[in-house]
């Protein structure tokens, strides 16, 4: 399997304070990979990294075999990397059509743009209807699902997503999880995420990592992981027995 | 009723197009742009210059000065605003208020202050319907607007960039995962607020049939009300509180004369403050997404004075000067020491409350007023009345600002310029002319009239200031108050009632305001309300920022360098300005927390 995305020893600073140690991490094409951790142990920061938004202190970010360490977030969109911000982020005064059309920014071919336009309506059906409502009025799960149509506008190869269960109820989560496999095998889409239940992320995911205050601590395969003791004592709930 | 209407609408056209610039550059950066006001003013001197200095025709001066503004803008927000506004949105802010008056002097040395007769490019009151008189003037000034708003909201609405601006402007982080690239959306709205300004500045010129550089800062004012009015940010709310605004005026005006234009004004900002703060359409701001409680200064470390230094310095202020018997050296002297002491007492506002007020000139006003009133009306001795003038500026200015410390950020900064303002506008209501023969101060029967007694009395004035004020920082309630200044959240989570300590705060800065006001008055013997400008407030804030926010004795320091050294320099009043304003700018820009602050 070929890596997408490639980060290779990427360190990464906040002035004096070292965000990001050392890190390795793949994605491959086509692949679901997630990204676990407890609070500030740099999650959103190896997010924002392989956006571009963070400069990066030494290590190198590939994607498709390319150099995008020092590329701008525009570009590295263009080449196929799209976001859905954590807290999805849908801008709130604008309509759903123009929240669409904001994640197409990169693009240049209006044909292309128009035809994508359908395809989402169609893909997402509870957007189309709502399509001249303002974003700020929907409900979290169609906020969510608008934050995921609007990262496909770029038609992207990765979509980068931070946290997207967060403040979801239960059942809107697995409706989540749910989409993010659809878009995955049925656009072909790779995604990386990040997700504080390890079970419900290992639950879709083939791969992941875990990190703990900017270093990723341990990798492997779901199945690895979910029955790995650290793992089930730090993020299961599941004490050793003593 | 009908013409006052007509008045307002074309006031109120200029206030749309205004208010709409500042709006939008308040949306994507989170500046509140005072440099933006100086394109009011300097709009209209432009067309001035363009049309009866170089004989251009009106169609082809209009797009120039459009181009000039726009540029001009553009230089601003890469040099100084943008560098500043992703860390410091306050910083920022002061940084634009110190370009808008640089632009505003450069502005009157290059066209004078005078007014000059704007030329009456096209017909007035040359059209009827029923009694009512209008001119083509007036009719392409409000179908410019309204085609400006036309394409304005299309491109907001349709275009490209417009959609990227809306983007940006409801949440910036968003916009830059999507790729949008805010720099250059920033830019651009700069770009169009710069040229909004200009044709703004043009219009009131062609209205009021004058022009004058300085007239830039009240319509600007009068405009940011209008968007606050609208809700910061919205643009449809920026028209409406445009208009409504204008109306207002001009019914305020054709009821109560001119003069109660800047009271009516400052009225509805503090009504709509309290009452309604997000504005009319906007959203009332939430605490997390407000990113200018606190101060920005607080940050660094002090440097070491040793003792020594401040001996020296004793001997050299008290003993030294005063032994010199140089009358221009003691003139010059006192002058520095009365603006050290507003200016220590002010740091417990701007450093200790993290309170930015902008309108020092009006306790200042108050208090040499008082003392005036005091010894010429009441007889009181200049010793009494002294503390009494202080005593007078700190309750009225309390009164006069007690609506305003629930508001935050940049809308308190504001909210104190327009009470500076209208202060000063209340009195020249009440006192139109100066007050002559102040008497002078008497010591035992003894008339003070020479510069050696004036330099020592208020050299002992401000030894008891700068005392008074390492007490209030040492004390608990000083600690407090900075509780309050560095997060009024967590302060209030305390139990600290962060407002009422603001408000203290403030009344201890305005009571050395009104004591350094009066000690004014007596040394000059004469006072009249062109004294207590603008450009007071800014030299009280930049000597504060200068020598740094919160230090009272940083306050000495810069007096001394921004008085005492433009002084001896002999520049000029607009020259001093342009240099107060780069100095505030660089010190802002390269040392935040003042010169005798090391950064961390």
């Known amino acids: ?242 | 009723m009908l013409d006052t209407l007509i008045a307002g609408l074309l006031r109120g056209n200029v206030y749309a197009l205004g208010a709409v610039g500042i709006s939008l550059v308040f949306g994507v950066m989170n500046v509140v742009n005072f440099a933006q006001f100086s394109f009011f003013g300097l709009g209209a001197m432009l067309a001035w210059f363009f049309i009866t200095t170089l004989g251009l025709p009106f169609w082809l001066a209009l797009p120039l000065v459009l181009v000039v503004c726009a540029a001009l803008g553009l230089i601003i927000n890469i040099s100084v605003v943008r560098p500043l506004a992703k860390f410091l949105p306050l910083a920022a802010m002061l940084s634009t208020y110190a370009v808008s008056q640089i632009l505003d002097n450069a502005s009157q040395i290059a066209f004078t202050a005078q007014f000059r007769v704007f030329p009456p490019v096209l017909p007035n009151s040359n059209l009827h319907i029923g009694n009512m008189r209008f001119g083509t003037s007036d009719l392409v000034m409000l179908s410019t607007t309204a085609v400006v708003m036309l394409v304005m909201s299309l491109f907001l609405k349709y275009g490209k960039v417009g959609r990227a601006i809306r983007a940006t402007s409801q949440d910036q982080e968003a916009a830059l995962q999507m790729g949008i690239p805010v720099g250059l959306v920033q830019h651009v709205s700069f770009v169009i607020a710069s040229a909004l300004g200009g044709l703004a500045g043009v219009f009131i010129a062609l209205y009021v049939g004058v022009a004058n550089p300085a007239s830039g800062l009240n319509i600007g004012l009068t405009a940011f009300v209008a968007a606050t009015l609208g809700g910061l940010g919205s643009l449809v709310g920026a028209v409406i509180g445009g208009f409504v605004l204008g109306i207002l005026e001009a019914f305020g005006i054709h009821f109560f004369g001119d003069t109660s234009r800047q009271i009516i004004i400052f009225v509805i900002l503090i009504v709509v403050l309290i009452a309604r703060p997000g504005g009319l359409l906007g959203k009332v701001p939430l605490i997390s997404t407000e990113p200018l409680t606190g101060t920005f200064l607080g940050k660094g470390r002090p440097l070491r004075i040793p003792r020594w230094v401040w001996a020296a310095a004793f001997v050299v202020l008290g003993i030294v000067i005063p032994l010199l018997r140089n009358d221009y050296v003691l003139i010059t002297g006192t002058q520095v020491l009365i603006y050290a002491i507003i200016a220590a007492g002010f740091t417990v506002t701007a450093g200790q409350a993290g309170v930015l007020a902008l309108g020092q000139a009006g306790p200042i006003a108050i208090g040499a007023y008082m003392s005036a009133a005091l010894t010429m009306q009441l007889h009181f001795s200049f010793w009494v009345a002294l503390p009494v003038a202080g005593l007078c500026a700190a309750i009225v200015a309390s009164i006069l600002a007690s609506p305003i410390w629930g508001v935050k950020g940049h809308y308190i900064s504001i909210a104190t310029l327009g009470l500076g303002i209208t202060i000063v506008a209340v009195i020249q209501l009440i006192v139109p002319q100066g007050i002559y023969n102040i008497p002078v101060p008497q010591w035992f029967g003894t008339a003070l009239t020479t510069p050696t007694a004036y330099y020592l009395i208020d050299f002992g004035v401000l030894v008891i200031t700068l005392l008074v004020m390492w007490r209030i920082r040492r004390s608990h309630l000083g600690k407090v108050i900075s509780s309050v200044g560095s997060d009024e959240v967590a302060a209030l989570a305390s139990g600290v009632r962060g407002r009422n300590y603001k408000a203290l705060a403030f009344a201890i800065s305005a009571f050395f305001a009104g004591i350094g006001g009066s000690l004014l008055a007596h040394q000059y013997t004469y006072i009249d309300p062109t004294i207590f400008t603008m450009l007071m407030s800014l030299l009280v804030v930049t000597i504060v920022i200068m020598g740094g926010v919160s230090l009272p004795y940083g306050a000495v320091v810069g007096a001394i360098i921004l008085i005492g050294a433009m002084e001896l320099l002999r520049f000029t009043p607009e020259l001093r300005i342009i240099v107060y304003g780069l100095v505030l700018i660089l010190v802002v820009r390269f040392r935040p927390g003042g010169i005798l602050v090391r950064n961390s």
């Open chain 1, 1 to 242: 399997m070929t890596d997408l995305l490639a980060l290779d020893d990427v360190n990464v600073y906040y002035g004096p304070f070292h965000a990001l140690r050392g890190n390795t991490l793949t994605v491959g094409e086509g692949e679901i990979v997630s990204l676990l951790g407890g609070n500030a142990s740099g999650k959103s920061t190896t997010m924002k990294t392989i956006l571009g938004l963070i400069k990066v202190k030494s290590g190198t970010v590939r994607f498709e075999g390319e150099d995008v360490t020092r590329a701008s977030t525009r570009h590295r969109i263009k080449a196929g990397i799209a976001s859905v911000p954590e807290a999805r982020r849908v801008f709130p005064q604008m309509t759903v059509d123009e929240n669409l059309l904001a994640g197409a920014y990169t693009r240049r071919d209006r044909v292309g743009i128009t035809e994508d336009l359908e395809r989402m309506r169609d893909y997402f059906p509870r957007l189309a209807e709502r399509r001249r409502q303002e974003a700020g009025t929907l409900s979290g799960g169609e906020q969510q699902m608008l934050a995921f149509a609007r990262a496909l506008m770029s038609r992207p190869k990765l979509i980068c997503m931070d946290e997207p269960t967060m403040g979801l109820s239960p059942k809107l989560v697995d409706q989540v999880l749910d989409e993010i496999v659809r878009i995955n095998k049925e656009l072909g889409v790779a995604v990386l995420f990040v997700e504080q239940q390890a079970e419900l992320a290992l639950s879709i995911a083939s791969r992941g990592y875990v990190l703990a205050t900017g270093e990723i601590v341990l990798k492997g395969t779901a199945r690895e992981l979910l029955d790995n003791p650290q793992i089930q004592e730090a993020y299961l709930g599941k004490a050793k027995k003593a």
